[in-house]
């Protein structure tokens, strides 16, 4: 087992003042984040996006299961202008602790909808992401399946896939994120409490958002220290901090969605 790296040690105890929260997911965040963490996989994605001039399957707009597992699945969002021969941004949204894919997909949906965006909402393969259940691998395997189903399927623009995750997942969407740059030019955090990449590979954009009034993961020593420190690795990023606690507010998810696409 290799040491605990300071990423996750901060992460420890950016949850454990949380520990009395009684949100959605606050004990899953809590215990999850203080999971001392064992050697893990490169964290690398190996799907790619394809153009594609006619579509592999006739598009069924609206949400879908991806029907890749029978018990933790997850959902895909299509709009309904989706067109093969346009191809569309992609946005892989990640649930918080506790949740699931068809959970979070509200939060940005209706934002998918304006911007034309296709939306990946996996399930993680355990109550959170592997890194905080030990080390990168199960839920990296299954996202690569998620994703190479969906470059299959429709035409996805390679200049605009995206990132994205609340609490939990936002911490994972930045560790994942950094590790595939190459794949994301974008990664968008929710309320992320750490960033954990097991390596960095190109310079993803990012846009972080955080309540000042978050009680499950406090805004100081979570995204108030997570900034700076990218932005000193030569990180591009947008903070917007709100008034409110752990959530994804209408207007965040609009300014996020908005900076991402430039619609």
């Known amino acids: 087992m290799r040491k605990l790296p300071f990423v996750l040690i901060a992460a420890a105890g950016c949850a454990a003042g949380s520990a009395t929260a009684q ?24 799907a790619r996006p394809t153009v594609r001039e006619a ?38 949204l990640l649930h918080g602790a506790g949740a699931d894919g068809a959970s979070i ?5 209706r934002e998918a909808e304006r911007a034309g965006a296709i939306v990946l909402a996996p399930d993680a393969r355990g109550a959170t992401w ?12 299954f996202i690569d399946e998620a994703l190479r189903k969906t470059f299959e399927r429709y035409s996805i623009d390679p200049s605009r896939v995206a990132l994205a995750g609340f609490s939990d997942g ?53 995204s108030r220290t997570i900034v700076p420190r990218l932005r ?17 507010p209408a207007s965040i998810a609009h300014e996020a969605m908005t900076w991402w696409t430039g619609r």
């Open 23 to 46: 949100s959605h997911g606050a004990r899953g965040e809590a215990e999850a984040a203080s999971a001392p963490a064992i050697e893990s996989t490169s964290g690398r994605l190996s």
């Open 170 to 222: 936002g911490s994972y969407a930045l560790s994942l994120g950094q590790a595939n740059g190459d794949l994301f030019g974008s990664i968008i955090a929710f309320s992320p409490g750490f960033s954990a990449p097991p390596q960095q590979v190109g310079k993803s954009r990012i846009f972080v958002s955080h309540g000042v009034g978050d009680g499950v993961l406090p805004i100081d020593p979570c």
């Open 105 to 109: 997909l509200g939060a940005v949906q």
């Open 55 to 92: 579509a592999a399957i006739a598009p069924k707009p609206g949400v879908s299961p991806l029907e890749l597992d029978g018990k933790r699945d997850g959902r895909i969002f299509i709009p309904k202008d989706y067109r093969a021969d346009r191809p569309a941004p992609l946005i892989v």
């Open 232 to 248: 000193g690795q030569g990180y591009d990023v947008r903070f917007v901090e709100f008034d409110g606690g752990h959530s994804v």
């Open 130 to 141: 592997d890194v905080l259940r030990g080390g990168f691998g199960p839920d990296v395997r």
